[in-house]
């Protein structure tokens, strides 16, 4: 099967990043890329994986930025409907998980997304997620990890959602912080674009305002549901979010 390849312009705008620093990755030999004369061109499956790494490697400040770049490459429309909260579902959400280990988070996860009838294939979803893990960690540090499938795959769900569950005890699960982690998201999209957004949205969220801690004291799914999107709320009209400092700091000439 022959490769879908990018340029270099189409690959920094599919993965939100800068031409040049895009360049740069594929000089030091960071993600697949081939030379062609003077032109880089990028293999479109190892490109989505590399942007999903990236997002999640970045600071707050960029992934700030990423998230930034993303909402304005939308309408206007599209910017003040989308919302992560909507994405939520009360089958997915467990506040009580009694794993101890990562492997049995990452079982325990993928279960729960089977829970919401929209998983095609469960053992490809967690084959993929225990293969994310071992290429990088999603755990963020803050007490929080995504995990997702390490190659986006529209045909592993029936339907775009995230499901979400908070560990009765901390687990170690790699955040580059060095703490354990507590609160776990799993994104699970049938569209690249919106897969990265749903990230951005969650990392900002939980870098950027209380959700985390709001969380811990959610008592049951439809709760957890609402704090969300409350978190969400406030995100978008600026009280206290990094985005939104971003844009009024970072404005576009």
């Known amino acids: 099967m022959s490769r879908e390849m990018l340029n270099l312009r189409a690959a920094a705008e599919h993965a939100h990043v800068d ?13 697949a890329a081939e030379k062609r004369g003077d032109s880089w ?14 997002l999640l490697a970045g600071s707050r400040k960029e992934i700030s930025g990423q998230h930034l770049h993303m909402m304005q490459s939308q309408s206007k429309n599209e910017r003040d409907s989308w919302r992560v909260s909507r994405l939520f579902r009360p089958d997915a959400i467990n506040l009580a998980l009694k794993s101890k280990t990562k492997g049995g988070t990452i079982r325990d996860m993928t279960d729960l997304a089977i829970a919401s009838g929209l998983v095609y294939d ?26 997702h499938p390490r190659y986006h795959d ?12 908070k560990s009765q005890r901390p ?12 609160h776990f998201f799993l994104v699970c999209s049938t569209d690249h ?5 749903i990230l951005a949205r969650l990392a900002v969220l ?8 709001r969380l811990d004291g959610a008592s049951d799914p439809e709760e957890a549901i609402s704090t969300i999107a409350e978190c969400e709320e406030e995100l ?9 400092r971003f844009i009024h700091d970072h404005p576009q000439g």
């Open 171 to 182: 687990i170690f699960f790699g955040a580059p912080d060095g703490e354990a982690t507590r």
């Open 236 to 244: 978008l009209r600026g009280h206290g979010d990094l985005v939104w």
């Open 206 to 213: 939980a870098h950027g305002t209380p959700l985390l801690e």
């Open 41 to 54: 061109f990028f293999d479109h499956k190892a490109l989505d994986e590399w942007a999903q790494r990236n």
């Open 193 to 197: 674009e919106q897969h990265l957004m």
């Open 122 to 147: 469960d053992e490809g979803l967690f084959k993929e997620l225990v293969a994310r893990e071992e290429a990088a960690p999603t755990a963020i540090g803050m007490g929080c990890a995504f995990l």
């Open 19 to 31: 031409e040049n620093e895009l360049k740069h990755v594929a000089q030091r030999g960071e993600i």
């Open 154 to 165: 529209p045909y592993f769900f029936e339907d775009t959602f995230v499901a979400y569950a």
